[in-house]
């Protein structure tokens, strides 16, 4: 395992410290239990927006606290639900009187702990809606859920709902908006190589030099199948057609098109992936009308992309154009 | 070779018409000869600021152009020096009437091609002039260049030129700025694992599982030694003592802290060296006022990082602070 690390342990802890330390402009850090929170929070009179999720899956979510997108994030170990304690200590930082939205990707021990974390916050008198996010086609019932997993939509749900939460929309506006978000878009992966977590130490799958794994979780799940290396714009077709079937887009749909690098992955691939992809949604009538290319969220070193797409309202549109300040995500302001 | 590409003869021009597609918001792309062009340029009276260099360094260069940093870039094929028709082409394209600085990463085929492109603007009647960027500590006189190499400063010296272009500078006093960053920072570099050019197609060089390569170039050239695998403790101290005792900083100093991701190595780890780093120069009395982290200047997927040090003064820390949209580095607008 060749990891810039020290003890595997220590991963989490000092990576936590050297972000607090980088970014002391943007985020207060606490360390037990671990929570990642906008410097300024709580906003008084804004829904405070939570996630949070395993790590490894850098900048998401972390990188996305800030004005205009999360009030905060709640890392757990590497691949691992964070627990109860953390989202609660993160929900009262975050509570500014108007509620708080838990956006939580579909793994099944994320939404048990995040379910005991608003029965907890409510009974403090915290209002707290969830919406979960389960938009990676590839697989129905996975290694760690019922139902779709939670990908790539993540990042856009954050940033969105983010910015209602900025305009100051109520917590049952937001939540609804973030459903919307996530009824509206879809995703899908595939992996060229595997990951290694620091403490297993050894890869999380075996893939053949000459095989891909199309359809990848972000934790190195099995997607749904195994074929030969195929050249890029195969493989944008490859993520293109389920994505866009399963959405039942019609030409002329306003769409964001993002392409997401799995860790590993070069930008120069992403954007030629980005190149295929933009292709094919205009061949399908498709305008896209705002798009994102880069490493958003990721599986360690793994190498692969993912592709999501996002049918844009003008609202939504709106949204995504207003100001941001994160680490990971930042514009107009 | 696992890598997400069509043919490897297509790379640079496949993943530009998808750099160009995503980002018409900000760039113009020109394919033949290949230019990223800053979308409203030339600006009247500013000086144009030019890089480039060989592709596989993504963000850097074509990632940086926009508004307050760059107003060209030149890709090269990968690890390729640019021509100096690309370089002309983008001189005329950048020049509005104050003149032409051309940022050089020290290698003896930039510097060649960039200074023929030089002699072909002056002849043009435009006003050009060159700054080299040579920062590496790691080596003298190495494969590709003669003297120190140009790496992760660049990335600095282009942010702080371009701001002071943006504030209406002469070309006189941008380039003496841009030498003056030149002056006051050093870097050095490491790598866990190799990378593989795609018309290549195996690895630059081997690295057992065990070892890895400090003062590492952007090429993979060689650096100063092999050594077994340590933590990344004593990474960050390998490469924070020769790039601070070469820079002769004082106790007292403000420095600008970038810990530069190779490719393949994830944030988190990546902030696990800052952290370290930020730690040895607090010990040493450096103040860390301004810092930077993330994947700006790579070697394709090589796993590893750079350190690099700039001693700011107050001129320095506001042209840094700056408002600055390109599509790497976007901030204050």
Not at 83 to 103: H, K
Not at 138 to 154: I, Q
Not at 250 to 269: A, Q, R, W
């Amino acid at each position: 395992m060749k990891k810039l690390i020290n003890h595997p342990d220590d991963v989490v802890r000092e990576s936590l410290e050297g972000f607090a330390a980088a970014h002391a402009d943007l985020v207060r850090v606490t360390m037990s239990p671990a929570t990642i929170v906008r410097v300024d929070a709580p906003v008084t009179g804004k829904v405070g927006i939570l996630s949070g999720g395993g790590s490894g899956h850098e900048p998401l979510h972390g990188g996305f606290v800030g004005l205009g997108m999360l009030d905060a994030a709640c890392p757990g170990a590497i691949f691992t639900s964070p627990t109860p304690d953390q989202m609660l200590e993160a929900t009262r930082a975050v509570n500014g009187g108007a509620g708080v939205l838990y956006i939580i990707k579909n793994y099944t021990g994320d939404l048990m702990n995040f379910e005991m974390a608003s029965d907890l916050a409510r009974d403090e008198g915290i209002a707290v809606e969830s919406v979960i996010i389960d938009d990676d086609v590839a697989v129905n019932d996975s290694l760690y859920t019922a139902g779709r997993r939670g990908v790539g939509l993540t990042v856009l749900a954050e940033k969105i709902t983010g910015a209602a939460a900025e305009q100051r929309r109520s917590l049952p506006q937001v939540a609804a908006l973030c459903r919307q978000v996530n009824a509206q878009g879809r995703s899908m992966g595939m992996a060229l190589t595997s990951c290694t977590v620091p403490h297993v130490g050894h890869p999380m799958f075996e893939l053949p030099d000459d095989e891909m794994e199309i359809g990848i979780g972000i934790h190195g799940e099995p997607g749904r199948r195994r074929v030969k290396l195929q050249p890029a714009d195969a493989v944008a077709e490859m993520l293109m057609e389920p994505v866009m079937s399963d959405l039942g887009l019609k030409p002329g749909d306003d769409v964001l098109l993002f392409v997401n690098g799995m860790g590993g992955t070069p930008l120069t691939e992403l954007y030629i992936v980005y190149r295929k992809a933009a292709e094919i949604a205009a061949k399908n009538g498709l305008k896209v009308t705002r798009s994102l290319v880069g490493p958003y969220i990721t599986s360690l070193e793994m190498a692969g992309c993912s592709i999501t797409l996002l049918k844009l309202t003008d609202d939504l549109t709106a949204l995504w154009d207003a100001p941001v300040r994160t680490v990971g995500m930042r514009w107009g302001i």
